[in-house]
């Protein structure tokens, strides 16, 4: 079957070339377009405030996309609609939106040709909460031993309930 060739009336005939008698037509059936997700696809590590691509593959004259995320497989949101699907990737920037991070983040690509053209990602990936330093923000900040405390302050996207500080002297 060509690439292109999708159709709402496609029908079957059977014939044996030896027998001219020997034949059935089909009744009608449809013949659609199929997008499938590449990426993220599971096992994925992805953060807050990152732009990620989200891939997919199209066979058949699929026009348009949507692209749905969900933490749980159950409750989709959408991300983008009536996405170009030839061109087979999208840039998510993730926002911290639910506060929440997410081990098993999924997307399900939606092709617009008869909404049963739909995959989704095969397992869960995970979106992780990100930290900003604030606070020190500049180079050439000097702390003395004994000297006045010196406050060192972040902020914080999705659940991260503990943070461990560190220091090096290079």
């Not at 992805?46 to 997919?56: F, G, L, M, S």
């Not at 926002?95 to 990602?121: C, F, K, M, P, Y």
Request: charged residues 10%; positive net charge; contains cysteine.
């Amino acid at each position: 079957v060509p690439g292109n060739a999708l159709s709402t009336q496609c029908k079957m005939r059977v014939k044996y070339p030896q027998n001219a008698n020997a034949t059935n037509l089909s009744s009608g059936w449809y013949l659609r377009g199929n997008v499938t997700v590449g990426a993220p696809n599971g096992g994925e590590n992805w953060q807050i405030y990152e732009t990620r691509a989200i891939n997919w593959t199209k066979k058949g004259s699929v026009a348009e996309v949507t692209i749905d995320y969900s933490h749980n497989g159950a409750n989709w949101t959408t991300l983008a609609s009536g996405v170009n699907a030839s061109n087979l990737t999208w840039n998510w920037t993730i926002a911290n939106t639910t506060n929440t991070t997410n081990l098993q983040g999924l997307i399900r690509i939606t092709g617009s040709d008869n909404g049963n053209d739909v995959d989704s990602s095969n397992s869960g990936f995970t979106i992780r909460g990100s930290l900003n330093l604030t606070a020190p923000d500049a180079s050439g900040i000097v702390l003395n031993y004994g000297g006045s405390p010196y406050q060192i302050t972040w902020t914080k996207a999705g659940a991260i309930a503990n943070v461990t500080l560190k220091y090096a002297t290079d």
